[in-house]
């Protein structure tokens, strides 16, 4: 079985729809990565700043990654030193 290429007029107005908006969204994932990396500082990121750059470039995967993984998440010890009440 052989798939074809569709092209824009082909496709259905939920399809067309569908794809402006996850179009959106990755544009949307890209952009927020790419501007919390250069915004924290290298200590709160787990590996290097050029690393998470390049993979934020990866179709929702690398920008997702990077919330999940890639960001350095403060020890409840840490947030009571600083002495950030939680829950109050």
């Known amino acids: ?17 569908g794809a402006i908006i996850m179009g959106g969204i990755q ?3 890209l952009v927020a990565a790419l501007m919390d990396i250069r915004r924290r500082p290298a200590e709160q990121i787990k590996g ?7 993979l934020a470039f990866v179709n929702y995967i690398g920008p997702l990654a990077y919330f999940l ?3 350095k998440r403060p020890e409840a010890e840490e947030i009571v030193e600083e002495g950030i009440a939680i829950g109050e």
């Open 1 to 17: 079985m052989q798939m074809q290429n569709k092209i824009w007029q082909d496709l259905s107005m939920a399809q067309r729809v």
């Open 27 to 29: 544009i949307a994932l």
């Open 48 to 54: 290097s700043k050029r690393l998470w750059t390049a």
């Open 69 to 71: 993984v890639g960001i």
